[in-house]
């Protein structure tokens, strides 16, 4: 009676562990997923001259991060990495969309930047600029890494101060907005 008692404890326990590490593992594979998406994208990147299918490529880069985003949620990474494959594959449209889902779940600089460049690539100057300020507000330390002349980076510099001391000043409601 004892062992058979230790013995359905011990599957009790069992179950109970497994149904805890269930969603964990789910998201282990996810990030198993991404970890893979995102070496192949730095290898299409990286050495384009020996990508014969470049399109391909990044269009299953794409449908990877995507399977992954649904796995991880509440994760903007996923979404980053489908949005930079298909910025890359010249869909800036999509791409646009994929940057912004991740923007929804936290705001990160980098994911403004990466919105700019799908702005850009759409051909909107105005909403582009519009994002990269909203990036520099965000982090500052970022305004010397634009690639733009020293000009720009300048007046972008001069604004994020301008702004800031609206801000110490009471004057300023909310942050410069995102288009």
Partial sequence: ???GGRLLRGAAVTAVLAAMLSPELARYEAERMLRAATDAFRFVELRRGEVTDREGALGRIGQVADAAAAKLVGDPRPWVLAGLARLRASQPERARELFARALSLGE???IDLHL????GALG?????MATIR??????PALIPMLPFSGEERHAIAHEILRLEAELKAGKLKEPPPLP
Avoid at 124 to 128: L, N, W, Y
Wanted: proline share 0%; aromatic share 10%.
């Fill in 1 to 3: 009676m004892k062992v």
């Fill in 108 to 110: 990160r600089a980098e």
């Fill in 116 to 119: 700019a460049s799908a702005y």
């Fill in 124 to 128: 909107d100057r105005e909403k582009a």
């Fill in 134 to 139: 909203r990036a520099a507000w965000v982090s």
